[in-house]
């Protein structure tokens, strides 16, 4: 019975899915280290890595060989070279244990790939090898689409365009280098990034003046000025002066104009680089 409970519950562990989107950023980060606490918390980190990482070690085999010669005096001896036969097969019976168990922390990694990449862990005889692929694939991607991401958030100003337009994309372009390496930029800074970024026309001065005042406090007390609150107060505003991505003025982008930008949006992060943007 307990065998039986052991085995569902190891096929019923299911890590988070690696996901990739169509301009190339993924989840890696996430699942990353979402599945390294979970391996850990149901006892199958330790195939993979960690302190208590400690394969079986099974010594090559060496076989007995006999050979057949003459001796000084001309007579025919046979003479038997000891392999090591019986300390690989003690080796292999002392080590079933812990490889149907790294096997099936392999299988759970596994799951987890996308079909479009099972090629990185296809040919994966353990967990750890699996989980070394994916990081090796994934982690140089991330790296420099993090450092990309990062610099375009820095320079993305707001500038005369609509504010609601340039706060939704560069709230999603944050999203996604958090995603990419959650490490790279912290949310402090980012919200320090949307102050001092933000429209610079008069009428925001109430507002700008406000998270500038406030950016500063933060900074002399060391308390974080967190980017939820950033948003809040850009999204008070809007909803204040009645700004919204498809209202249109002579100083409000129009409908037309915002499907423009959308579609633009769209061509630059198919692009590595969008000079028009940044």
Known sequence: MASADGEKEWRALKLIAIVEDADGSNNYAE???????????????KYVDGDQYSPPVIPELVE??????????GDEVTITTRGNEVAVNVAKKSAEAWLAQDKKALAIIVDAVPMSKLYLVEDCKSARQAWMALREAYEPT???????????????????????????????????????????????????????????GDKWQYCRDLLLDKMSTSEQTGMPLSSAFVIARLQQEESTKGIFATAGSSTRKTRNDVREDESRWRRCRKRAFCSAWF
Not at 64 to 73: A, D, K, Q, V, W
Request: hydrophobic residues 35%.
């Open 142 to 200: 991330n790296a420099l689409t993090a450092v990309t991401l990062k610099g375009q958030i820095s320079s993305f100003m707001c500038g005369a365009g609509n504010p609601v337009v340039w706060r939704a994309t560069i709230t999603e372009r944050y999203q996604r280098l958090r995603r990419a390496d959650p490490n790279m930029m912290s949310d402090h800074e980012f919200a320090k990034c949307l102050v001092s970024n933000m429209c610079p």
């Open 64 to 73: 007995s060989r006999t050979h057949t010669g003459l001796n000084t005096n």
């Open 31 to 45: 699942f990353q280290t979402k599945s390294r606490l979970k391996l850990d918390a149901a006892g199958y980190w």
